[in-house]
């Protein structure tokens, strides 16, 4: 296929900044009701009329990571099989429906949550509404999407092992998490997917979705008795408990490790980081603000800085803050000429280096609050943007009114913090580092 | 391009089937210096976007000069006589916005997203940056560099990447569409500054240019604005785009393989050189963005359900086509197979496929539904402030005008099926099409590369 679309610049600015208010005018366009229907089932909603479709988007407490060993890959083919024919509905038929009614229906498993959402037009709701229902409460699994959907993941855990970001990524993962299972292959490996049978698929599907771990939030042309009745038909039927299941808390390699991956190409790609901070953490603005100046903030990063603009070592250099439900990681992302990357890596060492000893500036530490007090608003530009805030806070637990405290907690952020959590978190010697290609200059260090 | 149209349907009023063209209700001035001034209004929050558009492209790229449109487009942030390098994005994240920038074939575009009262102040810098480029050398030699590392990432490290570039290659044989965007490797070794600069002074002049606001704002509010900030700006020389640029008649099917030691999973890929709006072509281009959704979009689509479901030949199957350019474009088909079967079989059942199109056309049903999908889906790029202003951004840098846009709905409503298969006999022919093929290596060869490897 000729690809023959727009490079774009590719700034990537940080993921961690959540709900912002520039102004109070956005307060009124973000109004968030809590809904409770009569089966007794919450969700949280934003009505918005502006266009007459709604979105409804929900996630299940427990993801990829919840996989049993050597099944890795199951809630990953859960997602991709559910609209493959439910109840009396073959696949054909039901993709059918989605198609010919623009019903837009994804699932999706994440390391944490397993989420799901559909998008339609108002009057398409009912439809979309039977077929949300029968996706979560009677799929078939039936062989042939089974077996089908088995070929297209074993297709692309080949494929993914061709790109040198995932292998540098896997190999990351597997020094900082070892045996913990934030550091598996939680999109499965060949032999993995190879033995997930239509068994496994449905005791999945009676185990994990359940009430009790259920979140839901709805955006767009919809008003409170409507997302009401919506629960009730889609999940008052689904089992009051799931099946009890925990991760344990990740602990995080102490680091300082290399790992190099030999690949015949002519630019190496690095991810690096070490131990960072959960979510839920009192300082994690703190920490989020200096993520921003160090490598969060696109191009006006100190790392974007240094490695971009002065020297030309790379297109892209980024940090961010991982936050999972059981470990809380800083890391990132650098692409160099084999033959230059050991200069970047020096870099990002001694840029970590000066933020662990001085921490930021007075200058970047405004510029951090003032960007990420503002910006998140200007995201939220679709009902689905605006959904997936909605249950992010949720699953998060972050509280109904987190969009009106949290500009404080960041307005609230001192240089003494900063210099209090740059001196503990940032810690250069600790940062695992795993490289892919022929870097010169960078020997393993186990 | 299918999604451009989508998305071209942005700021449509409610779908009503039988309601005239309104697309966009876009409102329109032009400056006295030719700016274009687009305002879409969308109201539903107090946002505002803010995208200039030039008339230029990699297309536009001088001879053994390929990327300088890129290149360009990097050096925008590099600062003006009134401001330093990297300050625009800068400015714009303390004021909570965001900005970005793309190159295309056809069109080089800057926007910044921002809470509506800061709209003066974006419209001041880009106006700015339109007029008052100044780029230290010191920082131009670094910024060379960046692409440079942006061509190993995207292209260098990617051998499927490297096939699409040399699918392109093949295709257009006179066109420039053949150049990549991101250029040459050995053609961006001699792009310097003085290169950036003539081009900027050449291209980037206000008659040349699209101004598109949309969001939380009204015509009579920009009008001022555009007026104090772009008004002063003069008129430079009248540009004209690829004067008798066209492709001759083709001649013969070509193929293309690339083989390595990097890929695991084959691919296949058909490209058939295919007519554009912008060719002035809207008939075919109507009919052939319907012929694409039954033919190869979705799960439902004919290819799809022939060949992944029912013979089970191939892990995915579809086509693309992308009607939106100014000169001419491809419908292209693409796909895996399963294991164990060829891409010779795949590529067997692709093209039994096409003369089973060919010998019976479509059915009035499959149009119907088609249509259906495509006039809904203007329904939902509603939902995103974004889509608007691409989509007329697209449209005026692709020799197409706001008519066009606001007409496109009932031009797909009109399609018939005899229009879509006489498009069809017209494209899907074999001196038209390049096949291209991703591989792995062969055995043989696998043992010779890694020791060549090895050897670095």
């Known amino acids: 296929m000729i690809k023959r679309g727009p490079l774009m610049r590719g700034v990537g600015l940080a993921a961690v900044a959540a709900a912002a208010l520039l102004f109070t005018a956005p307060a009124n366009a973000l109004k968030i009701k809590e809904v409770t229907s009569p089966k007794g089932i919450t969700g949280w909603l934003i009505e918005d009329r502006t266009v007459p479709i709604f979105t409804l988007s929900f996630a299940f407490r427990g993801g990829s990571a919840l996989d049993p060993q050597g099944k890795e890959g199951l809630a990953d083919m859960v997602s991709s099989l559910l609209d493959e024919g439910a109840g009396d509905l073959s696949s054909k038929a039901f993709q059918s429906k989605l198609e010919n009614n623009s019903i837009d229906m994804r699932f999706g498993s994440g390391t944490d949550n397993f989420r799901g959402s559909v998008r339609a037009l108002v009057e398409h709701r009912d439809m979309a509404v039977d077929l949300l229902r029968l996706a979560l409460t009677r799929p078939r699994f039936d062989a042939e999407p089974v077996e089908r959907v088995r070929s297209q993941y074993l297709s692309s855990v080949r494929r993914r092992a061709e790109r040198p970001g995932y292998t540098a990524r896997r190999a990351w993962r597997r020094a900082v998490f070892k045996d913990h299972p934030y550091g598996r292959e939680m999109s499965g490996t060949e032999s993995s997917i190879k033995s997930i049978t239509a068994a496994d698929l449905k005791e999945f599907v009676a185990k994990r979705f359940a009430r009790d771990v259920l979140v839901v939030a709805a955006v767009g042309d919809i008003d409170a008795a409507g997302l009401a009745d919506i629960m009730d038909r889609v999940f008052a039927d689904l089992p009051a408990q799931a099946a009890p299941a925990r991760v344990p808390e990740a602990e995080i390699d102490g680091g300082g490790k290399v790992v190099v991956t030999q690949r015949d190409i002519p630019q190496s790609v690095a991810v690096f980081g070490h131990r960072g901070i959960k979510r839920k953490h009192p300082d994690f603005y703190v920490a989020a603000a200096i993520n921003y100046v160090l490598g969060g903030g696109g191009l006006t990063s100190r790392l974007a800085t240094e490695i971009r603009e002065k020297r030309g070592l790379a297109y892209s250099v980024r940090t961010r803050l991982l936050t999972y439900r059981r470990a809380g990681l800083i890391a990132g992302r650098v692409a160099t000429a084999n033959s230059r990357i050991a200069e970047s890596l020096a870099l990002i060492r001694q840029q970590w280096a000066a933020i662990a000893k001085d921490g930021i500036t007075a200058e970047e530490l405004r510029d951090a609050k003032s960007y990420m007090t503002g910006s998140f608003f200007t995201r939220l530009n679709s009902t689905r943007r605006v959904a997936r805030l909605l249950l992010s806070i949720q699953l998060q637990e972050l509280g109904i009114d987190y969009i009106s405290k949290r500009n404080r907690m960041i307005e609230a952020i001192t240089l003494e913090d900063v210099r209090r959590v740059a001196g503990t978190l940032f810690r250069p010697e600790d940062l695992t580092i795993s490289v892919v290609g022929r870097p010169e200059g960078v020997p393993a260090k186990p | ?456």
């Not at chain 2, 000069?65 to 990097?74: F, P």
């Not at chain 2, 070794?189 to 598109?212: E, G, H, Q, S």
């Open chain 2, 1 to 456: 391009m299918f999604t451009a149209m989508l998305a071209a349907l942005a700021a449509a009023g409610p779908l009503s089937p039988d309601a005239g063209a309104a697309v966009f209700n876009p409102k329109t001035f032009t400056l006295e210096n030719g700016l274009k001034v687009v305002v879409i209004e969308n109201h539903r929050m107090p946002v505002v976007r803010q995208a200039l558009y030039y008339r230029v492209g990699s297309a536009d790229d001088p001879r053994g000069k390929s990327g300088l449109a890129h290149y360009l487009e990097h050096l925008m942030f590099k600062g003006t006589r009134t401001t330093k390098p990297n300050e625009f994005s800068k400015i714009v994240a303390r004021h909570g916005g965001r900005d970005n920038a793309f190159t295309s074939p056809d069109a080089t575009g800057y926007h910044q997203t921002v809470a509506k009262d800061r709209l003066e102040l974006i419209m001041r810098m880009e106006a700015d940056r339109m007029a008052n480029l100044v780029v230290d050398p010191m920082e131009a030699g670094p910024e060379l560099q960046v692409v440079m590392e942006e061509r190993r990432s995207r292209v260098d490290n990617r051998p499927s990447a490297q096939l699409d570039e040399q699918l392109a290659a093949a295709l257009f044989v006179n066109y420039p569409y053949r150049i990549p965007v991101i250029g040459w490797q050995h053609e961006l070794d001699t792009l310097t500054l003085a290169d950036a600069m003539a081009f900027y002074r050449k291209y980037y002049v206000p008659n040349n240019a699209i101004l598109v606001i949309t969001g939380d704002v009204t015509l009579d509010e920009v009008k001022p604005l555009a007026e104090k900030y772009y008004g002063p700006i003069p008129r430079g020389p009248e540009v004209v785009r690829r004067a008798n640029m066209a492709e001759p008649p083709p001649r013969v099917a070509r193929r293309i393989t690339l083989r390595s030691n990097r890929v695991r999973e084959p691919r296949w890929g058909r490209d058939y050189l295919a007519p554009s709006r912008g060719q002035g072509k809207h008939r075919e281009a109507d009919a052939l963005e319907v012929l694409d959704i039954i033919l190869g979009t979705g799960a439902t689509s004919r290819l799809y359900r022939a060949l992944v479901i029912e013979k089970k030949l191939a892990l995915s199957i579809g086509s693309v086509y992308d009607a939106d350019l100014l000169g001419p474009t491809a419908f292209s088909f693409y796909g895996r197979p399963r294991r164990g079967v060829t891409v010779a079989q795949l590529e067997a059942a692709v093209e039994a496929e096409i003369a089973k199109l060919l010998k019976h056309g479509v059915s009035d049903a499959e149009v119907a539904a088609a249509k259906k999908r495509l006039l809904a889906g203007a329904v939902f790029a509603r939902d995103s402030l974004r889509r608007g202003s691409g989509a007329i951004g697209t449209a005026l840098t692709s020799g197409q005008t706001i008519a066009d846009v606001e007409n496109w709905p009932d031009k797909i409503k009109a399609v018939t099926a005899a229009q879509i298969l006489a498009a069809a006999r017209e494209v899907f022919r074999e001196e038209r099409s390049v096949t291209g093929l991703l591989l792995p290596e062969k055995k043989a060869e696998r043992g010779a590369g890694a020791r060549r490897g090895g050897g670095k």
